[in-house]
């Protein structure tokens, strides 16, 4: 099933400690499972910042393009780059602030598409592209600010925004937008609040015949949880990665996880009891046991706040993490799981037999939200990717038992 040819820089003895496994046949699952809520008219825009929530920004963007997604979104210059390095040719708009005139000579170079939030930006980024004699005007994306208090030009003034960059040479305004700061909670006021905003600065455009020709509003959750909110684009994240940003939008589309978090016992010994475990013993095994090491830590992305609550699977079988998790390794309580040796793959994250663990798992434990939990899966663990059929659909069970 796995492919160590995908990674060939990677020396074996390091993919064997631990890995993620990303499904490719899942995300694409997921892009025409969004998409099937989106009219014709909409466009996917799937955001592949923080290397894609930690699943691989490039196989990541090649995969959901295949699928239908037709922008890319990025939170830096650097990861945009990457995307263009890799040969991707598709829109790439840049979210983030971009600030510095070195970042715009790369977004020109590189045919990114930035970010604007007030005309001074805009005068030099259009005077940056006049220095380095542009043939085509650059798209940018004007973004205002409705109440998520973050970036944007406030939307009271969007029309003179907009008619400032409008009459500047070498830009293109390609799209108006703004950012959702309360999509996922099941009061929708605040979310409705700033759509009326936004509808207001649009209105306002319309009439100064400003408009510009695309406008996106919603992330994944409101994406799931509002129609009216699709406009001409989604900035769709978590959804894409298979999971929900609340529970009360798990209804709307069938989203199946994407990452699997995997990692091999290491070293197998008998405990006697009363022995402490890991740094600061934090645990005392009040009884002999069988312990495993497991080659996975806290630098690879297990939150070290999961000491002590974390369980993963061995051999199908739920193991409890024992004591401190470490930087590299952490270790488990294996008494009882039988025919286990050195070597053994553990599921962290992901499905073994009859169990699953979510990244919303390790999040409640954590007193986190998945986001950050997917995003902490950086490139210490070499990413296999892998085609896993999807599991059927449950059958009506036929016969007797
Ligand atoms: C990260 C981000 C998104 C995607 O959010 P999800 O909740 O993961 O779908 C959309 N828009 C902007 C501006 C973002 O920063």
Known sequence: MLSWEQTPSLEPMRCCRAWVEIDLAALRHNVQQLRGVLPASTQLMAVVKADAYGHGAVT???????????????????EGIELRAAGIQAPILVMGAVNSTEEMQAIAHWRLQPTLVNPKQ?????????????ARPLGVHLKID?????????????????????????????????HLATADDPNPATMQLQQQRFTAAVESLQRQHLLPPRLHLA???????????????????????????????????????????????????????GTGISYGHQYVCDRPIRLAVVGI???????????????VIVKGHLAQQ???????????????IPNLQEGDVVTLLGRDGSHTLSPDDWAAM????????????????????VEQALPAPAQPRIGPG
Request: charged share 15%; with cysteine.
């Open 60 to 78: 990541v963007a090649q995969t959901v393009l295949q699928a239908g997604a037709a922008w890319l979104g990025v939170a830096t210059v650097p």
């Open 122 to 134: 805009a005068l030099v980024f259009s005077e940056t592209l006049a220095k380095l004699s542009a």
């Open 146 to 178: 409705t109440g998520m208090t973050r970036l944007g030009f406030p939307w009271a003034e969007a029309v003179d925004f907009v008619r400032f960059v409008h009459q500047l040479p070498h830009l293109k305004i390609d799209s108006l937008y703004s």
């Open 219 to 273: 992330n994944t959750a409101a994406t799931l949880a509002d129609p009216t909110l699709h406009y001409d684009l989604v900035r769709v994240g978590l959804g894409l990665y298979g999971v929900y940003p609340a529970p009360h939008l798990q209804t709307q589309v069938d989203l199946q996880p994407v990452i699997q978090i995997k990692a091999r016992i290491t070293h197998l010994k008998a405990v006697p009891a």
């Open 297 to 311: 830590g806290y630098a690879d992305g297990v939150p070290r706040i999961l000491s002590n609550r974390l369980q």
């Open 322 to 336: 024992i004591g401190a998790i470490t930087m590299d390794q952490l270790m488990l309580d294996v008494t009882g």
């Open 366 to 385: 954590a007193n986190t939200i998945s986001w950050e939990i997917l995003c902490g899966f950086k490139h210490r663990l070499p990413r296999i990717a």
